[in-house]
């Protein structure tokens, strides 16, 4: 049974399903006769979640990798530049509590231990001390200049998009440019071969569709890796407690108001408010746990953050709610079928790792695609090991941004402090961290999904504080931390002026584009 792979089906239209379409087409030549043939198929009756707004910086170079022009994807999907994430109250229930995670990796990262030196100046949050991007973010400047080329950049980016527009404009890329077949039909049966690999998904209108390897992009339904081959999914329910959200589009009350840099995400009792930037409206969310507050209280505490940061209330529109099941399936690829995205698993939208486990999941799929049946369990062994590695890492990190907070307003805060509810090796590591940050040593594999850098920043903007060792070491020599700070803010001021704000940038991509080389 070492037959050729040479068909791919993959069911689902969302993000994940364009996405890696996208990149498998490109690379694998699905244009050419010589490449291999993809198809999607995509049901007209099942809409989108389409939530998915905040993307990892990443995607930069997955989108560059399937051909397309950035000028065209940022005025197609409503696109804006996302420089990292501000969070608000999450330390403490207060006005002016703060921090961020900015993409730009601190000068002296590497040389020095800065939060040593951050130990003088307290006052200051870590990042704001340590990472000029913090200051581009404050001041609502934009990542690039008019004459910085397409997919360049003076500040790490990453975006903010409209998951719908992205999902339109990758689905015409495919069709037009990669040679993608699109079946817009509904699957209504699985038809396996008798080793148990899936032959063909049945359609209504357009019969069997056969394919050599399945790829599972049908969102929550999860049709084959769930409904078919009864994968199951580890709850993380006990880690990581948001298992509802609402989410709405709030329009800009004035049409010159300056578009946010970062994803702003300000705790609330029972979870936390997302508000994405997008060219032409706001994405503005709520993720809560059901067990913590009621379905009322949570869409009341986002109507009144709307009309607290300039919506009106009149502009709010429906507000659907979303069941979120936190958990992954540690075996997403069983026999020949890999589920990608929703249907692998979810948390909740904290830091944007739905997107960038898709954008992995395609890139591996495409690097390391079998050419025979016989190497899919090789491959598939291998990327159940990286992906449950990756999960539990994306569980480790987005559990940190709450084990720290001091909040106590409600029992959801406390309850997030509760060691039974922390991964025991993110407590291991807490415990290392007070006398060494978090570094590569932390988090040593290829492609990390968030890199020792990330979790400073949150570690330190939560207030964590590291203690003396009993020996002196000389990564803790505070005079090199200070010239990095100064560096630092030198390279802030020298910055401030000399990139546009981000609204003048965006409505320049909109007239002119971005130079192409
Ligand atoms: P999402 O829920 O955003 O992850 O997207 C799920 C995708 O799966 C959508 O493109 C749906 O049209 C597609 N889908 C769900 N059920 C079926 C089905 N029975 N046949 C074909 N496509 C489906």
Redesign the pocket.
């Known amino acids: 049974m070492d037959h050729p792979i040479r068909q791919i089906v993959i069911?689902?239209?969302?993000?994940?399903?364009w996405l890696t379409a996208a990149v498998l087409a490109a690379e694998h030549q699905a244009a050419l006769d010589t490449g291999l043939r993809i198809t999607l198929?995509?049901?007209?009756e099942?809409?989108?979640?389409?939530v998915g707004e905040g993307t990892w910086p990443t995607m930069r170079d997955t989108l560059r990798r399937t051909g397309v022009s950035e000028t065209d994807f940022v005025r197609e999907c409503d696109a804006a530049f996302k420089q990292g994430s501000k969070f608000v109250r999450w330390r403490e229930e207060v006005d002016g509590d703060y921090y961020h995670h900015p993409f730009v990796l601190p000068p002296g990262f590497l040389e020095t231990h800065l939060a040593t030196g951050w130990m003088a100046h307290r006052d200051v949050p870590f990042s704001m001390l340590t990472c000029f991007q913090a200051h581009l973010c404050e001041a609502g400047k934009s990542p690039k200049q008019f004459a910085t080329p397409e997919w360049a950049s003076v500040a790490n980016y990453a975006y903010h998009l409209d998951a719908a527009k992205l999902g339109v404009f990758l689905r015409r890329h495919c069709v037009e440019k990669l040679g993608v077949r699109h079946v817009a039909?509904?699957?209504?049966e699985v038809e396996t071969h008798e080793n148990g690999d899936i032959a063909a998904l049945r359609?209504r209108e357009h019969g069997a569709i056969e394919g050599d390897l399945f790829v599972d992009?049908?969102?929550?339904?999860a049709?084959l890796i769930g409904q078919h081959y009864g994968v199951e999914i580890e709850s993380q329910k006990d880690v990581l407690f948001n298992d509802r959200a609402i989410a709405t589009r709030v329009p800009y009350a004035d049409p010159s108001v300056e578009i946010a840099c970062q994803t702003i995400s300000t705790a609330q009792e029972a979870g936390w408010i997302w508000d994405i930037g997008l060219q032409s409206r706001r994405g503005i969310g709520h993720v809560y746990s059901s067990t913590h507050t009621t379905d009322e209280a949570a869409e009341a505490a986002l109507r009144r953050y709307i009309v607290a940061t300039g919506g009106r209330e009149q502009d709010i529109e429906s507000l659907p709610r979303i069941t979120i099941r936190p958990g992954f399936r540690r075996g997403a690829w069983h026999r020949n079928c890999v589920a990608i995205?929703?249907?692998s698993g979810f948390m909740e939208p904290l830091e944007a790792s739905s997107l960038v486990m898709v954008e992995l999941a395609a890139g591996m799929l495409a690097d390391q695609m079998p050419a025979t049946r016989a190497a899919v369990d090789i491959v598939a062994r291998r990327y159940n090991d990286t992906f449950s590695y990756r999960w539990d890492r994306i569980v480790d990190f987005l559990k940190l941004h709450y084990v720290l907070s001091k909040r106590d307003d409600s029992e959801y805060w406390r309850d997030n402090r509760r060691p039974e509810t922390i991964p025991e090796r993110l407590q291991d590591l807490l415990a290392f961290w007070r006398h060494q940050p978090p570094s590569r040593y932390d988090l040593n594999r290829v492609e990390e999904v968030f890199p020792a850098a990330s979790y400073q920043f949150i570690l330190y903007g939560m207030g964590f504080t590291p203690e003396p060792r009993s020996t002196t070491r000389r990564m803790d020599d505070v005079r090199r931390s200070e010239e990095y700070f100064r560096q630092s803010a030198d390279i802030a001021r020298k910055m401030l002026p000399a990139l546009p704000g981000h609204r003048e940038m965006l409505d320049h991509v909109m007239s002119r584009g971005m130079p192409r080389i």
């Not at 099942?46 to 389409?50: I, P």
């Not at 039909?185 to 209504?188: E, R």
Request: hydrophobic share 35%.
């Open positions: 069911l689902g239209g969302g993000s994940a399903g198929i995509e049901s007209p099942v809409a989108t979640v389409g039909d509904h699957m209504v359609t992009c049908s969102g929550m339904r049709l995205g929703l249907s």
